[in-house]
């Protein structure tokens, strides 16, 4: 069984930088492409960033954090990572991150319906 756990959340002031992990346990991690979401109280999920299986070529991310976030992963470590910087208050929310096996698709990988394993979620909470 795929298990997902973040961590890495917190309270910062806007302007700062947070880095979030995902550890995955179960399956075959590298195979795996991988996406970060975020979720207001009372929103839908909305897309962060995704990587494919390799990581090198193959990224994504929101317009909204383009330039201010950036996800990267360790195969060997089973960890996916969301770099924060220049944080504003409306990043907060909380972030999970997503696991599907499968070919990387830059559309797909966007859709929070295309992935089939979720963490628990880590709070993100960014004051003015």
């Known amino acids: 069984q795929v298990q997902l756990v973040e961590s890495g959340g917190g309270l910062v002031q806007a302007g700062g930088s947070l880095r979030l992990s995902c550890v995955v346990s179960?399956?075959?991690?590298?195979?795996?492409?991988m996406g970060w979401f975020r979720q207001a109280p009372g929103k839908e999920y909305v897309f962060v960033a995704a990587i494919s299986w390799s990581g090198r070529t193959n990224t994504a991310s929101a317009d909204s954090v383009k330039g201010r976030f950036t996800i990267s992963r360790d195969n060997a470590e089973n960890t996916v990572y969301l770099q924060m910087n220049s944080l504003k208050p409306e990043d907060t929310a909380v972030y999970y991150c997503a696991a599907r096996s499968g070919v990387y698709n830059p559309m797909n990988a966007r859709r929070s319906t295309w992935y089939h394993n979720w963490g628990q979620g880590t709070q993100v909470t960014v004051s003015s």
């Open positions: 179960g399956g075959t991690f590298s195979s795996y492409t």
